[in-house]
């Protein structure tokens, strides 16, 4: 197996959100982009001279604002700096924290601030993923990310029943979570009684998924601050949280590849066997104290909790129907709220390991884990079932595995 | 009234037929019930038939609506002035639509322009308060060369008869109507004062026969620029926010290729042309310069289908426009996946179900192609595929 070779350690050292909403026409991208930029200089205790690289990411197709990295610079303080700019569909904030963590870990850059934005309001989300959903082909069918593949599955592996209580299930613990988090931008004060209510008459959007089970399009930016191993032994404002690894993989060149007679191994699944080999994490259910997944729909977010954690037949659902990934379960998901709160898209894959990060720090506030948090896994989705999966360290004493 | 977010739920539905856009609503033909509980609420009923509206309360039942929306009264206000997002609201069954929700979506903005609340203190502002402050908001710069006489007639409380005279960069304001007029407006004192203070539009008011205009209609439009705007005294004026509206309409051109290029030549022909990789094997659809599997280059076309098996499927409800049409969808419409005979397990094509076929699907349905009448090597050459049930294989 090859080995993900890192030069020297990288830290996660300021973290800056905005508030998520479908209202922000009191910004504008760079004002949005700067109120999360200054938050994380603030949570750094730096400067923007301190600052060596900046990477920048959002999805264009969706505000079809080109180049906005130039306008975004009076947020982002990229004047006269490095820069660089991602754009992955849904894993662009995912894959802008791997590009962060590489360019620190590579020598390069001693500090590095990546940024992740997008104002979903101002343009077509659906629309605009239609579009790029396969350059020549099918394009017309396109619906964007919403299906009720996964949802007909369930069902037909689960049954009816079970399969629709556990998405709700998981919805509804969502926004209980999301409650918590004053930042996110539905809180719907849903209860567990509402389930059945739900199950029958949220409007459908396709097949079994309804428009409950479905995340928001959100206005929204978060920025992260990262720096080398030696820079934080000369002290740091915030207790620093660790990039042990990561992985980023997509597998499929197209989505029908994903719907012929057998399912293919989901790459989901792939990433995290291929991680925790390397990582020498035999029991990641055991292992992490958190895990922050992108979560698009109730009925993803459940079926991808086996695949990510390597779950067999109904594990994950008796996990799930024990509370188990509750807040103050076994092994708590998304105590942010999720994607299916809060979804503002080139940030939302980053929201996730800076959420982790601060749970790690012990300073998540209202949806801050009871228990001590050391380990914690984050996630990205996007297009095509790619996959990013990272591991988050408190102390930075994990044992190198050797691979030949 | 209880009023929510500064006004009340009967405001909204009084200021219906002033905010309706007829020319947008030619060819809608629809009843929509309105139910919103609580403090404040009640039912409503709007009728849109070719371009008009009727707009009544409704005692007991909502019948004969295509389309009902129930909510309580505050979320009703909250969604019709942003300030609650509409679909955050379906979504948390606060506002619940008891047939096609693509309606509240699409249409009712169309054909609605959007509600504004009434601002509270302008309503103490008389007619005549406002022609008092003319002359003081007189712009001599924006009328240079300007020679015209304007008047006004303004029925009821706080109104009068007025000559506003324009010349040599100078203006006047006489009582009573001189003659001859450039132009004269008749209306309410309180149309008046409501344009003046922004929370009546000047063309909504006239375009819904509340402003009179006789003489130059030009001139009549061209006032505005000669005065400041008006501010009522006291009131602070809130920040106001732009948005710009653009609308993108783009024409894209993408090549295939020469390998991929054989499917849409191939379609053209009313056959499905597939690629097979020398090393695994499998049938790629459409045909790929390499296996991104086994990193080779694939050379052979085989021709697969026309007929396959359904393997999923998704009856699509939600009404998303058709990105290369800008159309709204008709739904419900069912997407299938196929993987046409001859072709490896994991080649499936995504294509459109015939509309009457939907009752009847299933997995393992066997399929055939509905092909264009005329064929032009586009994905437009196959419309979908029907049941194929002669062979009485479902």
């Known amino acids: 197996m090859k080995m993900h070779v890192k030069n020297r350690n990288v830290a996660i050292i300021g973290i800056g959100q905005t508030s998520f909403s479908s209202h922000k026409e009191d910004q ?13 200089l603030a949570d750094a205790g730096l400067k923007i001279g301190d600052i060596d690289c900046i990477v920048h990411g959002n999805m264009e ?42 360019l620190v870990a590579s020598g390069l850059y001693n500090t590095v601030l990546a940024i992740g934005m997008e104002k979903l309001q101002e343009g077509n989300t659906t629309g605009g993923i239609t579009n790029m959903a396969d350059p020549l082909w099918f394009r017309n069918l396109q619906t964007g990310a919403l299906t009720g593949t996964t949802a007909q599955e369930m069902i037909d592996e689960f049954g009816e029943e079970r399969a629709k209580r556990a998405a709700m299930r998981y919805r509804i ?6 409650m918590l988090n004053p930042r996110a931008h539905r809180r719907f004060g849903l209860e567990y009684s509402q389930m059945e209510d739900l199950m029958a008459n949220s409007p459908p959007l396709v097949g079994e998924l309804r428009l409950i089970h479905m995340c928001s399009q959100s206005d929204g930016a978060c920025a992260m601050i990262f720096t080398s191993e030696e820079k934080v032994k000369q002290g740091t404002k915030n207790p620093p949280v660790w990039i042990r690894d990561h992985i ?81 379960g076994r092994i708590p998901i998304n105590p942010s709220g999720g994607v299916i709160a809060s979804n503002p898209i080139g940030a939302t894959a980053m929201l996730r390991p800076a959420e982790a990060a601060l749970q790690i720090r012990g300073d998540a506030g209202g949806h801050q884990i009871k228990k001590e948090v050391r380990h914690a896994l984050a996630s990205g989705f996007g297009g095509t079932f790619w996959s990013v999966l990272m591991i988050l360290e408190k102390e930075l004493n994990w044992q190198e595995v050797s691979h030949d | 009234m209880t009023e929510y977010f500064g006004t009340t ?35 409503w009923k709007a009728t849109i038939k070719h371009g008009t509206l009727k707009v009544e309360t409704v005692e007991g039942e909502l019948t004969d609506c ?39 979506m699409l249409l009712l903005p169309k054909i609605f322009t959007p509600y504004v609340a009434p601002a509270k203190k302008p309503d103490a502002v008389t007619a005549r308060d406002i022609i008092a402050t003319l002359a003081e908001r007189f712009r001599p710069e924006k009328a240079e060369g300007v020679a015209m006489t304007i008047g006004y007639d303004l029925a009821g409380e706080g109104g009068g008869r007025w000559t506003i005279i324009i010349r040599d960069g100078k203006c006047a304001v006489r009582e009573g109507l001189a003659d001859p007029l450039t132009v004269k407006m008749t209306m309410e004192a309180k149309t008046y004062a409501g344009m003046m203070v922004g929370t009546i539009e000047a063309v909504t008011a006239f375009t819904s026969g509340q402003v009179k205009i006789e003489g130059d209609m030009a001139a009549a439009g061209a006032t505005a620029k000669y005065f400041r705007k008006y501010v009522v005294p006291g009131a602070t004026e809130a920040e106001e926010l732009i948005s710009l509206r653009v609308t993108n309409s783009i024409e894209q051109r993408f090549a295939t290729g020469p390998v991929m290029g054989r499917w849409f030549a191939g379609i053209r022909e009313k056959k499905f042309l597939a690629n097979r990789c020398p090393k695994c094997g499998r049938t790629q659809i459409p045909p790929r310069e390499i296996c991104a599997w086994c990193r080779v280059r694939v050379h052979e076309f085989v021709e697969v289908g026309p007929k396959g098996v359904v393997t999923h499927f998704d009856i699509v409800y939600f009404a998303s426009p058709d990105p290369l049409t800008g159309a709204v969808r008709d739904t419900p419409y069912a997407t299938v996946y196929v993987v046409l005979d001859g072709a490896t397990e994991r080649e499936a094509i995504t294509v459109d179900l015939k509309k009457e076929d939907i009752p009847r699907l299933k997995e393992g349905a066997r399929v055939r192609p509905v092909w264009a009448e005329v064929t032009t090597g586009s994905y437009r050459d196959l419309i979908g595929v029907e049941l194929d049930e002669e062979e009485g294989s479902l």
């Open chain 1, 61 to 102: 197709l969706f505000e079809m604002q080109f180049a906005p990295d130039l306008w975004h610079s009076l947020g982002t303080g990229a004047y006269g700096k490095d820069e660089y700019r991602i754009t992955t569909g849904g894993t662009t904030g995912a894959t802008l924290v791997c590009a962060a963590d590489n």
């Open chain 2, 66 to 104: 295509k389309t009902t929306i129930h909510t309580d009264a505050e979320t009703f206000v909250g969604v019709t002035l942003g300030m609650i997002g509409a679909l955050d609201a379906l979504s948390s069954q606060k506002l619940r639509v008891a047939g096609d929700p693509k309606f509240l």
């Open chain 1, 248 to 328: 980023q993989i997509h597998r499929e060149e197209t989505i029908p590849n994903l719907f012929g007679f057998n399912k293919p191994e989901v790459t989901h699944h792939y990433a995290a066997r291929t991680l925790f080999a390397r990582n020498g994490i035999q029991d990641p259910v055991a292992y992490f104290d958190v895990f922050e997944m992108y979560d698009p729909s109730a009925w993803w977010a459940v079926d991808w909790l086996r695949e990510f954690f390597l779950l067999k037949g109904d594990e994950h659902l008796r996990m799930l129907e024990a509370g188990d990934f509750d807040l103050d």
């Open chain 1, 28 to 40: 504008n991208q760079a004002e949005m982009v700067q109120e999360a930029v200054i938050r994380a």
């Open chain 2, 9 to 43: 739920v009967a405001d909204i539905f009084a200021t219906m037929p002033k905010r309706f856009k007829p020319e947008e609503a030619k060819e809608v033909d629809i009843a929509i019930g309105y139910e919103a509980t609580g403090e404040g609420g009640g039912k």
């Open chain 1, 173 to 178: 613990m969502m926004d209980k979570h999301a």
